[in-house]
Structures are given as structure tokens and as C-alpha cells.
């Protein structure tokens, strides 16, 4: 079956550690996100990518890096330099679909946590 | 730039009630609307979608209308039940700094008790 897996579902980092998560997606899209949910924020878009070897900062890219190396992967590096970095990660896949809305699959996510 | 308001939660009904949960948005030109659906400890799920203006969506007993004259695109669903409890998010999908920009509102926690 066509999905995304995010990989681990749980992650705990020391502080001033880096970390890298997981997305890997089967569904041949073009376009890749990474959201980070904190509670009553709703889902803020950190970094998305159109194409393979492009990638593009989002609302709150500051204290992250990306890759996107291959079509089917975008993993996300969580950098000491995120400064409140324990939050709920989803990665997302999209793309064009008839009639011109975007068809947008999510990962189940991983939970990040800065002990 | 694009947004999306919903009501706060958490929403509590009895199985079986009426749910309303009130989404409205701010938009450049004629952006598609969505509403997803995340239970506990997973990702989100598309639950239905509006591309145009008096489209109506609806999957699973809920519908959402679109209304471009009030900018609305309320959840609705007429008989609610203890699986429904999840978290609802509204969105819109438009144009921003030349991509499609999927942007959400902040959740509406609904709670059904039995």
C-alpha cells in the first residue's frame, strides 16, 4: 500500500544535540513537508520541497535543516539551535491532482522530546 | 497573508447530538477548503473538501458547505458518536509566494461521551 512512514514514532534528544527524523513516501509525489503541532498552535509549516534537490523555508524554518536527495525522502535534522525543539512532527506529501487541488497525505508523526 | 479561524474546544456532546464546529477563513482569490481529522497519536486524515464556492463536502456523516459569502466552512454532522472524539482542523489551500500553501487553524478537541 501507497504511504508515508515517519520514523521513530518517539525520539528523545539531550540537549544540544542534533537529531534527524525520518520521512520516506511510496506515492511518487513531487512535493514534501515537514509541520511542526505544538498544543493549541495548530500545524506550522517548517520546510517544504517542490522538487527533488529544492527545498524552500516555511513560517518557522529557523533552528532546522533539510535534505531532499531523493524523490522519496525528506528527512527533517533537528539542530541545537532550536531553542524549544520537544513538539509533534508530521511530514506530508502532496500533489496536483484534476480540478487543481492538491491532494495532501500525511505521516502518522514523531514525537520529539528534549529531556 | 492566507488564515484560517476555528472555535475553541474542547467540545463535549452526548452520543448522539447535533456538532456545529465553526471554521472561517482569510483568503487571496478562490482557495480550496478542507477539514481533517487526527486521533490520538496519529497523523491527520482528510475527512472532506470543498474546491468552490457552494461546494458542499461530506464523508462519514459530516458535511461542511462552502460559503464564500461569509467566508465559512462549518463542520456539521447530525448524530455524533463515541468514535468521533478527535481533534477537527479546518484549512485552506491557496496561493502563496508562488506554491500552494496548505495553511490550518489551531484544532477543535471534540469529546463524545456515551
Known amino acids: 500500500d501507497g504511504g508515508i512512514t515517519q520514523s521513530p514514532k518517539y525520539l528523545f534528544r539531550k540537549e544540544g544535540q542534533n537529531v534527524t527524523l525520518s520521512c520516506e513516501q511510496n506515492?511518487?509525489?513531487?512535493?514534501m513537508y515537514w509541520y511542526r503541532q505544538d498544543p493549541g498552535q495548530g500545524l506550522r509549516l517548517i520546510y517544504y520541497?517542490?522538487?527533488?534537490?529544492?527545498?524552500q523555508k516555511g513560517d518557522i524554518a529557523e533552528g532546522y535543516s533539510v535534505s531532499r536527495e531523493k524523490k522519496e525522502s525528506f528527512p527533517l535534522t533537528v539542530t541545537s539551535a532550536q531553542k524549544n525543539p520537544t513538539a509533534f512532527y508530521l511530514c506530508?506529501?502532496?500533489?496536483?491532482?484534476?480540478?487543481?487541488?492538491?491532494?495532501?497525505?500525511f505521516g502518522s508523526g514523531t514525537r520529539l522530546t528534549v529531556v | 497573508g492566507n488564515s484560517v479561524t476555528q472555535m475553541e474546544g474542547p467540545v463535549t456532546l452526548s452520543e448522539e447530538a447535533f456538532l456545529t464546529i465553526n471554521c472561517t477563513y482569510t483568503?487571496?482569490?478562490?482557495?480550496?477548503l478542507f477539514w481533517y481529522v487526527q486521533y490520538p497519536g496519529e497523523g491527520l486524515q482528510l475527512l472532506l473538501k470543498?474546491?468552490?464556492?457552494?461546494d458542499k463536502g461530506s464523508n462519514k456523516g459530516f458535511e461542511a458547505t462552502y460559503r464564500k459569502e461569509t467566508t465559512s466552512f462549518h463542520l456539521e454532522k447530525g448524530s455524533v458518536q463515541v468514535s468521533d472524539s478527535a481533534v477537527y482542523f479546518c484549512a485552506l489551500e491557496g496561493w502563496s509566494t508562488g506554491f500552494q500553501k496548505l495553511v490550518f487553524g489551531t484544532g477543535t478537541r471534540l469529546l463524545v461521551s456515551p
Open positions: 470543498a474546491t468552490k464556492a457552494d
Open positions: 506515492l511518487n509525489h513531487d512535493a
Open positions: 520541497s517542490q522538487i527533488v534537490n529544492d527545498f
Open positions: 506530508a506529501s502532496s500533489t496536483p491532482r484534476t480540478g487543481g487541488t492538491y491532494g495532501y497525505t
Open positions: 483568503a487571496t482569490g478562490y482557495p480550496s
